[in-house]
């Protein structure tokens, strides 16, 4: 079993940042590739990013391809969401998610309970 507990949402301007983190415990995290999902109200829940086990893949929706970042330090079981030029339809939950393989996240293995963010215009 994994345990994910996101942080770090909150409102913001558009046009400001926020930096998402996601830590684990449990099993070793870095067996672990790590993923960024959102839903917002009323649509489905969407992947965002995604990062390898080992951290040298990345993967990104096109919607936050030169906004958002992600990355993780596998030495503090942690993965992080750097969001910048933020804007309203960026508004969503944010989910956690880890799959235990190298490489992708789909579908995921655990998931976290999400945090919010709110994107005011």
């Known amino acids: 079993q994994v345990q994910l507990v996101e942080s770090g949402g909150g409102l913001v301007q558009a046009g400001g940042s926020l930096r998402l983190s996601c830590a684990a415990s449990?099993?070793?995290?870095?067996?672990?590739?790590m993923g960024w999902f959102r839903q917002a109200p009323g649509k489905e829940r969407e992947i965002v990013t995604a990062i390898s086990r080992s951290g040298i893949s990345t993967y990104y929706t096109d919607s936050v391809k030169g906004r958002f970042t992600i990355s993780r330090d596998n030495a503090k079981n942690t993965m992080y969401l750097q969001m910048n030029s933020l804007n309203p339809e960026d508004t969503a939950v944010y989910y956690c998610a880890a799959k235990n393989t190298a490489v992708g996240v789909m579908p995921p293995d655990y998931w976290g309970q999400g945090t919010q963010v709110t994107v005011s215009s």
């Open positions: 449990g099993r070793p995290f870095s067996r672990y590739s």
